[in-house]
């Protein structure tokens, strides 16, 4: 069973930064897609990035381009999420996520492992 375990989160102002990090087991992180969802209260979860196995290729909701950068270190086996210009309608519950399938995908249903979640609060 593959676990992912995420740190990074914590309490910021509005224009703050913060960088997430997910260290997964897979001990082949770098023949999978990892991703990063978000769930803010009341709300469905959400795509934020996805990067693909060779580390080339990122992905972003629209909602982060040109603030959140995905980048990921195979031999770590981590994936990280650095977010930059961060607004209150940042805050949510940040997931991390692997999939297994060949390309990235901002649909949740593709990806089989999460992790537990971190908690990203923006206050203005």
């Known amino acids: 069973q593959v676990q992912l375990v995420e740190s990074g989160g914590g309490l910021v102002q509005a224009g703050d930064s913060l960088r997430l990090s997910c260290v997964t087991s897979d001990r082949i992180f770098s023949s999978y897609v990892m991703g990063w969802f978000r769930q803010a209260p009341g709300k469905e979860r959400e795509f934020v990035a996805a990067i693909t196995r060779s580390g080339i290729s990122t992905y972003y909701a629209d909602s982060v381009k040109g603030r959140f950068t995905i980048s990921s270190d195979n031999a770590k086996g981590t994936v990280y999420l650095q977010m930059n210009t961060l607004k209150p309608e940042d805050t949510a519950v940040y997931y991390c996520?692997?999939?297994?399938?060949?390309?990235?995908?901002?649909?949740?249903?593709?990806?089989?492992?999460w992790g537990q979640g971190t908690q990203v609060t923006v206050s203005s």
């Open positions: 996520a692997e999939s297994h399938i060949a390309t990235a995908s901002k649909y949740s249903a593709d990806y089989d492992y």
